[in-house]
Nanobody, 124 residues
Framework: QVQLVESGGGLVQAGGSLTLSCAAS????????QGWFRQVPGKEREFVAT????????YYADSVKGRFTISRDNVQKKVYLQMNSLKFEDTAVYYC?????????????????WGQGTVVTVSS
């Protein structure tokens, strides 16, 4: 099993920045590509960003493209989500996910492991 723990969430004003971190532990040899998803209460969880195991490939949801950057440090076993120019509509619980496959994935069903989530609140 792979355990994922998110951190870095909090309250920020619109236009501000936050960096989320996701630390992996356990049988991380089973962990390949990783991604970030988010969910607003009452709505479906949605894809935000994904990065391949090597870090050479990334993909973003249109809603965050140009504002968010996903990166990873395989030595530290961490994945990051740098969020700039935050908007009120970015308010959500952000989840880190990992999949066994090495390539990027944008569907929830493609991921094998999930964190518990970290709350991001953007005040307008």
């Amino acid at each position: 099993q792979v355990q994922l723990v998110e951190s870095g969430g909090g309250l920020v004003q619109a236009g501000g920045s936050l960096t989320l971190s996701c630390a992996a532990s356990g049988r991380t040899i089973n962990s390949g590509a990783q991604g970030w998803f988010r969910q607003v209460p009452g709505k479906e969880r949605e894809f935000v960003a994904t990065i391949s195991w090597s870090g050479s490939s990334t993909y973003y949801a249109d809603s965050v493209k140009g504002r968010f950057t996903i990166s990873r440090d395989n030595v530290q076993k961490k994945v990051y989500l740098q969020m700039n120019s935050l908007k009120f509509e970015d308010t959500a619980v952000y989840y880190c996910a990992a999949r066994k496959a090495l390539g990027v994935g944008i569907l929830q069903s493609e991921y094998d492991y999930w964190g518990q989530g970290t709350v991001v609140t953007v005040s307008s």
